[in-house]
């Protein structure tokens, strides 16, 4: 068998995680079914008119981010659990079947199973109230935010895994506290350091790689990148690879 990995054994390991789990995960589900239903709810009551495309793709998209997240923090609980933790390490399977399994159940088939979720509490929902004359239409996702959604879950993904692997308890507080303090500081850092090399005063600053906006002798310029969108995509999902392979290594380290 395989050093690093086995189809046969990452699938016993699966099924055990499955069967050991499957009920956290399934109230897990209905908790946001719940979430959805009775917050969506609320939404459609006070809404005047019927909530529109770029309104779906939005509450999909933050909820997948808020919802994933928390739930990426708990995907690796056992090792923090005294009485799980030597169970947990001692498994017959490699660190990279016990991490693909927690990949693969906190982002492919999470994200399946909200998908699923979110449209079906829409369909449901749509028949809560009626706007008189004006329809209320289910948005697919098109191509720009199922692009969105990725980049940005695969990004939080990796950092709320990270912080699963790494802290032994209170993972989604400590993980979201430092991802918040980080970003204040590379933003503040970003801001000092465009403002040495421009010499010029800052008016707007985007996320890093989008672009800048100055004033220079009372002229007022807009720097962005000639491609920003492509160059955000890129930075973001490589700093995602990196991610998931430290918190790889960090579960590796807990091995030995």
Same mark, same amino acid.
């Given at each position: 068998?395989?050093?690093?990995?086995?189809?046969?054994?990452?699938?016993?390991?699966?099924?055990?995680?499955?069967?050991?789990?499957?009920?956290?995960?399934?109230?897990?589900?209905?908790?946001?079914?719940?979430?959805?239903?009775?917050?969506?709810?609320?939404?459609?009551?006070?809404?005047?008119?019927?909530?529109?495309?770029?309104?779906?793709?939005?509450?999909?998209?933050?909820?997948?981010?808020?919802?994933?997240?928390?739930?990426?923090?708990?995907?690796?609980?056992?090792?923090?659990?005294?009485?799980?933790?030597?169970?947990?390490?001692?498994?017959?399977?490699?660190?990279?079947?016990?991490?693909?399994?927690?990949?693969?159940?906190? =982002? +492919? &088939?999470?994200?399946? %199973?909200?998908? *699923?979720?979110?449209?079906?509490?829409?369909?449901?929902? $749509?028949? !809560?109230?009626?706007?008189?004359?004006?329809?209320?239409?289910?948005?697919?996702?098109?191509?720009?935010?199922?692009?969105?959604?990725?980049?940005?879950?695969?990004?939080?993904?990796?950092?709320?895994?990270?912080?699963?692997?790494?802290?032994?308890?209170?993972?989604?507080?400590?993980?979201?506290?430092?991802?918040?303090?980080?970003?204040?500081?590379?933003?503040?850092?970003?801001?000092?350091?465009?403002?040495?090399?421009?010499?010029?005063?800052?008016?707007?600053?985007?996320?890093?790689?989008?672009?800048?906006?100055?004033?220079?002798?009372?002229?007022? =310029? +807009? &720097?962005?990148?000639? %491609?920003?969108? *492509?160059?955000?995509?890129?930075?973001?999902?490589?700093? $995602?690879? !990196?991610?998931?392979?430290?918190?790889?290594?960090?579960?590796?380290?807990?091995?030995?």
């Amino acid at each position: 068998m395989s050093k690093y990995f086995s189809l046969q054994r990452f699938l016993r390991l699966f099924v055990k995680h499955t069967a050991e789990h499957y009920r956290t995960y399934i109230m897990s589900t209905a908790v946001l079914v719940g979430v959805l239903f009775f917050g969506g709810g609320f939404i459609f009551v006070l809404m005047p008119q019927p909530p529109d495309a770029g309104f779906q793709n939005a509450c999909f998209v933050m909820l997948m981010l808020l919802s994933g997240a928390i739930f990426t923090s708990t995907i690796f609980s056992d090792f923090g659990e005294k009485n799980k933790a030597a169970a947990a390490i001692i498994l017959p399977a490699t660190s990279f079947e016990k991490f693909l399994t927690g990949w693969l159940y906190s =982002y +492919v &088939i999470f994200m399946l %199973t909200y998908t *699923a979720v979110f449209f079906i509490a829409l369909y449901g929902l $749509s028949s !809560l109230r009626s706007w008189g004359d004006q329809t209320f239409i289910i948005s697919g996702l098109g191509k720009e935010v199922v692009v969105t959604a990725l980049v940005l879950y695969s990004f939080l993904h990796a950092i709320a895994l990270l912080g699963a692997i790494g802290f032994k308890r209170l993972h989604f507080i400590k993980t979201a506290f430092l991802f918040f303090l980080a970003y204040a500081i590379m933003m503040l850092s970003s801001r000092l350091l465009l403002g040495q090399i421009t010499g010029a005063k800052l008016v707007h600053f985007d996320i890093p790689f989008e672009g800048l906006s100055v004033v220079v002798d009372g002229n007022y =310029y +807009v &720097i962005e990148s000639p %491609t920003p969108q *492509a160059a955000v995509i890129l930075v973001s999902t490589v700093v $995602s690879f !990196l991610l998931w392979t430290s918190a790889y290594y960090k579960l590796k380290e807990q091995q030995v």
